[in-house]
């Protein structure tokens, strides 16, 4: 099934960080191999829902009958007011929500600070058979981590290695790991904190800390560069996702998502009972 | 906003359990209270989608300026087929999952059968400002543990009395219970799994001991109408859904949805800083 017509290439070609990639190269406001409009992405946002539907509800299926060949973690970071609800409300959950794990990782609390910083993490990564999320992750601990010198520097040195192993592990489980920062530009994020204190409906989405981190945006920029030298693996690589354009990124983030749930090729499982003996079973009840 | 015109009157009132309620005297193929079309409801679904997906993130707003007045505590049981699995995907679904905490109580493992019987529901309890749903719950243990005799009569006696502190507790806390039962025909199991055995896609739905609790029907009847008589209370009533008709029990369910979310009155937290300094700050970063 072709759900989307207008992307010239598949999307983990297009934005996949590979070696030599440079943040700084990425224009957030441009929709590299989109060939289409925003009313395209819009109508083909919900072919693809129902394809991302379909492949779920194979790989749920599976599971049910114990067969899951593996599940899908995506993982979202970003800047604030980058679109991470946006991507969670709009493309995830148009998936059945029995399928879905979400897990939100917010400041940690102080048991979570008394342990390893992957200790949080662990019990959150997704069952087989499940669509994981992590809104922000891991990853925080090596960003604000990082930028707000949150730990020593050997300590978030040691990091680095320490989210390879653990994630290297988790895809020898048979968890296809989607790693995306949604990247918009610091004029956008200005326009889009404008708009949360122009709008009494969306006070409560503006935090003041937001702008302090905003001040530090050239050390984040900095932090996801390492970031991305670090961390984007063959098997468990990072997608950059220009976000400006909110239509841009949600579609996306769906083919990510789709050609993830794909690269399983779940399919209904086999009865595991004799039909013709519950039919009879069933008609004689 | 008026979304579900064709309901004659309040759902809560039309299939609320109250003194005197009889199972036996219900029809789950009746359309109680709903003066329209199964094409009406399709499209009344989506209008209260729209207002159900408006309160919820009045009240998640509230949660995350931590004032959320409470939550909403969705409470599925059914004989198999009722429809639990669409009533998550159909009505909860059209919510934004972030404000969605989703529990399916399955068959206790050995450990959770080494606790009190409530010890795995406690915890699974939504926070402040969430829409939890059950997908089965506490209420097994009185049906399913009454009609297999899974524990001695006057441990299921003891059982009632704990549920109904328990709820009382949870509604105490600031938690509104909405207990739906789906209640479908014997019949109109018998079609549904018959289609679950006809169609290779939904083998994976059909599970044998499905006809060996169906054998037991009359036995599950009998157990619901005693948990109706023993834990509807005026804090946390029953709502008996006839559910032989998919649309008739996706839209009362919605509408009760709506209904407990709206008593909450959530509305949007005010700013807890300074509009006009933030704007100032915001122009300066």
Same mark, same amino acid.
């Given at each position: 099934?072709?759900?989307?017509?207008?992307?010239? %290439?598949?999307?983990?070609?297009?934005?996949?960080?590979?070696?030599?990639?440079? #943040?700084?190269?990425?224009d957030p406001?441009?929709?590299?191999?989109?060939?289409?409009?925003?009313?395209?992405?819009?109508?083909?946002?919900?072919g693809g829902?129902?394809?991302?539907?379909?492949?779920?509800? !194979?790989?749920?299926?599976?599971?049910?009958? =114990?067969?899951?060949?593996?599940?899908?973690?995506?993982?979202?970071?970003?800047?604030?007011?980058?679109?991470?609800?946006?991507?969670?409300?709009?493309?995830? =959950?148009?998936?059945?929500?029995?399928?879905?794990?979400?897990?939100?990782?917010?400041?940690?609390?102080?048991?979570?600070?008394?342990?390893?910083? #992957?200790?949080?993490?662990?019990?959150?990564?997704?069952?087989?058979?499940?669509? =994981?999320?992590?809104? !922000?992750? %891991?990853?925080e601990?090596?960003?604000?981590?990082?930028?707000?010198? #949150?730990?020593?520097?050997?300590?978030?040195e !040691?990091?680095?290695?320490?989210?390879?192993?653990?994630?290297?592990?988790?895809?020898?489980? =048979?968890?296809?790991?989607?790693?995306?920062?949604? %990247?918009?530009?610091?004029?956008?994020?200005?326009?889009?904190?404008?708009?949360?204190?122009?709008?009494?409906?969306?006070?409560?989405?503006?935090?003041?800390?937001?702008?302090?981190?905003?001040?530090?945006w050239?050390?984040?920029?900095?932090?996801?560069?390492?970031?991305?030298?670090?961390?984007?693996?063959?098997?468990?690589?990072?997608?950059?996702?220009?976000?400006?354009?909110?239509?841009?990124a949600?579609?996306?983030v769906?083919?990510?998502?789709?050609?993830?749930?794909?690269?399983?090729?779940?399919?209904?499982?086999?009865?595991?009972?004799?039909?013709?003996?519950?039919?009879a079973?069933?008609?004689?009840?």
């Open positions: 099934m072709k759900t989307s017509p207008s992307w010239t %290439h598949p999307v983990s070609d297009l934005l996949r960080v590979d070696a030599g990639f440079r #943040l700084a190269d990425i406001h441009a929709t590299p191999g989109y060939d289409g409009t925003k009313a395209d992405a819009a109508r083909e946002l919900a829902a129902a394809r991302l539907s379909d492949l779920q509800e !194979r790989l749920f299926a599976q599971s049910v009958a =114990g067969v899951a060949p593996g599940s899908v973690l995506l993982v979202l970071q970003a800047m604030d007011t980058a679109g991470k609800g946006g991507i969670v409300r709009h493309v995830v =959950g148009a998936v059945d929500p029995q399928g879905v794990e979400l897990a939100s990782f917010k400041k940690p609390t102080e048991e979570e600070l008394a342990h390893d910083f #992957l200790w949080r993490v662990r019990p959150r990564l997704p069952a087989p058979g499940r669509i =994981g999320v992590f809104d !922000r992750s %891991h990853y601990d090596v960003l604000i981590g990082r930028v707000r010198a #949150l730990a020593p520097p050997e300590e978030i !040691r990091r680095y290695a320490a989210i390879v192993d653990f994630e290297a592990d988790a895809v020898a489980r =048979g968890i296809r790991m989607v790693k995306v920062m949604l %990247h918009i530009s610091k004029e956008e994020q200005k326009e889009r904190l404008t708009e949360r204190l122009d709008r009494p409906d969306k006070h409560w989405k503006y935090n003041p800390a937001d702008v302090d981190e905003r001040e530090r050239d050390d984040y920029m900095a932090a996801y560069q390492t970031v991305f030298e670090r961390t984007s693996l063959a098997t468990s690589p990072w997608f950059v996702v220009p976000a400006d354009r909110k239509w841009y949600r579609s996306a769906q083919q990510l998502l789709i050609d993830a749930l794909a690269s399983l090729d779940p399919h209904w499982p086999a009865a595991d009972f004799d039909v013709a003996a519950e039919r079973r069933l008609a004689a009840s």
